[in-house]
């Protein structure tokens, strides 16, 4: 008598199953990045542990030597993994990741707070101020809106140019998008919230660079 | 040559297409691919198939396209903090960070995602829905309406098509959106927003649009152009994580419902005002763009363009002789229309009118062809047996099996591209027959018993059983089912899903309670094989509709493979499977069906919708 069917288990039919020339490169491409990111995490984290923990266990005289002592043998272990054995690193490092990315989450929230109520909260005020009732966030009780339509003209755009489609490098500096992204909002008029934009960016980069660095929890606290 | 991929992702329902001077070479949602239900990743599953569909490299594709221009929807985002602080905290730490780190440099992110060093074009968002409704329609000249909840600042616009030039005039912006208003009461109903829409429209029938007033005259102040404004106090979205505010929970005599409970005579009646309300937009709106354009041609887009019930009253009571709807409508049909627009509008290329349109009837997705070696492996690695049929003898057995009152599944031939099924995956039965919704809905769905299914009829028979204005292909327009095929029923003592019980009409499986039916014409041209199937089950039984629904249960995407195919007919109670030129038959196959705790195992895999 043959079993019930089990579809969840699928690994017979999906050895048949080809993956496309662009999904194979992508899992070539996936595979040597992760390699890379272990290694880098194993060598970054461990020459650090290395020579703090080495720093401190030999130069300074200190009750926790037990400590500095663990922090260099951990090192060692790490440069010695990231330099042999990387793929153990896989789970310490997601860890690590981890730990970097709920610390930038909290540091981000604090400084997106501080921005929102020290900056834009007040500048919202003026800007609503000078709108009057114009602005499009309607909220009404009993005197209903008196406007007729709703529609309004479109702003024309003007088609990309397709100069240089193939020649032009798609990974443009951040620091040109950057640019690019203040001069938007500088076209459009919005030049109260210039200030504000470019603080607002200068920490999206921050966290950007951050989130894929090993070094992050130390950036954050030393921040 | 010059190949364009068009892509829409990172919101919901991602989706790749390739087109090649021109012409349509491929389409696909990645959620077909991941099996994850509206998946907003990357579609690399779909680029890859994409790619492979046009024998081309990502390095020989010429022009790389994105459905959206994020500077222009940041700017919306930043705006409406600033004019809502100090309310906006909490939208804005859970927005931010991402757009703070990622969104805002997709440049970087696409062409990091595909390893490709070259400019990545933005296109508008509706101007892309806008491309994907005109371009491929059957009409030189037509009215253009796209409608959703929000792309970067618009939420709806209107414009004219001619030739290969289109002409977008107006908008209706943020935060006044038909899209985000359905919405709302989508979430307050409690059913997931962007996939519960189709839901609360099927419940609407069943209610009394006792609301409808409370809406138009507290909610909204709805003008006579079809746009509205949209009471802020009522609403969550531009400030909260959530759609509607404690204002709206008191307007409307409670909290919303949670998910899964019980649905009651109140969701009913909230369904049933919202889309009267809806309907009501549209047909302004109709009114007003013939008005303003004269023309009597209309292409939608966008996922309002979805309601089909509103769409449907548009055609039978608005002005427009033609209605065409973008199969794709909703964001993964952004994709195809930032493709195309790049083409005639970026690359000044002309475009020729196709018979019957240019979507060669949606079919373009990833291929079951009749017979292939690989799919062969693919089932006989699952253990399937199967009886290789011609293709004549496969559509005379289907027809007769649907007679005999079983349920036939049917994976054959290329991918539905958008979110309906139109006879490539699709799980057919007879629509005469009286038992037909409940077992569907119950024993082969695994979905809720209100949920109504959708008829498929010969598209030169339609008007003997429908009161139908024009061909809907799509299945993207609703008819009430014609006067002389309707039963009277007597319904005084019934309420609820009650009604659906009552057998109102000879073809019963596909009648909603308010004799409405979500129709598919089938023609020779677009789905010859489901035109061969209808035409056998007409010869052997007389009647030419049979009920079609997609080819999944509840929560998964359509399947896509012949493995998807399997697993989903070996996981329900679905009788027999075509499988390209393929029947299988439930009772031959040696694996007895899924027991009940497998089978809830298997669901479990599925987030529910």
Known sequence: M???????????????????????????????????????????????????????????????????????????????????????????RRLWMGLAHLQGRLVMTVLLTVVYFGLMSPLGWWERRRRGGSHPFYSWDTNRPTLTTGWETLPQTTPDSIAGDVQQNGSRSLVSLFAETLMFFAERGHYLLLPVLLLLLMLGMILFFVQTSALAPFIYTIG | MTSILGISAFYHDSAAAVIVDGQIIGAAQEERFTRIKGDPSFPHHAVGWSLEQAGLDIEEIDHIVFYERPLVHFERLMMTYLLTAPRGLRSLLHTLPEWLTRKLWLE??????????????????????????????????????????????????WGIGRGSAIDLREELRFPNSLGLLYSAFTYYCGFKINSGEYKLMGLAPYGRPVYADRIMQRVIHLMDDGTMLLNQKYFNYATGLTTTSAAFHELFDGPPRQPESQITQREMDLAASIQAVINEALLRMGRFIHNRTGLDQLVLAGGVALNCVATGKLSSEGPFKQIWTQPAAGDAGGALGAALSFWHRELRQPRSVASPDGMHGAFLGPDIPPESSQDDAILRALGAVWDVLDEGDLQRRIAADISDGKVVAVARGRMEFGPRSLGSRSILGDARSESMQSRMNLKVKFRESFRPFAPMVLAEDAEAYFDCRQESPYMLLVFPVAERRRKTVEQLDKFGIELLKLIRSDIPAVTHVDYSARLQTVDLQRNPFMHGVISNFKSQTGCSVIVNTSFNVRGEPIVNTAEDAYRCFMATEIDNLVV??????????PHPPMDEAARAKWLQRFELD
């Open chain 1, 2 to 92: 043959p079993n019930g069917f089990n579809a969840l288990n699928s690994t017979e039919a999906n050895q048949v199953l080809t993956r496309s020339r662009y999904l194979r490169r992508l899992d070539e491409r996936r595979e040597t990045d992760e390699f890379r990111q272990l290694t880098n995490f194993g060598l970054t984290i461990g020459w650090l542990f290395t020579l703090l923990g080495g720093f401190c266990w030999f130069c300074v005289i200190s009750q926790i030597d037990w400590f500095w002592r663990m922090m260099m043998t951990a090192g060692l272990v790490l440069l010695f993994l990231g330099t042999v054995l990387p793929q153990l690193l896989y789970w310490p």
């Open chain 2, 108 to 157: 970087r992110e696409i062409s990091a995602e595909l390893d490709v060093k070259r400019k990545i074009h933005f296109i508008d968002h509706h101007r892309s829905h806008a491309a994907s409704a005109f371009y491929p329609s059957p009409f030189h000249e037509a009215a253009i309406l796209t409608i959703d909840g929000v792309g970067e600042w618009s939420t709806a616009t």
């Open chain 2, 580 to 589: 390209g030129n393929r029947y299988l038959e439930r009772t031959r196959q």
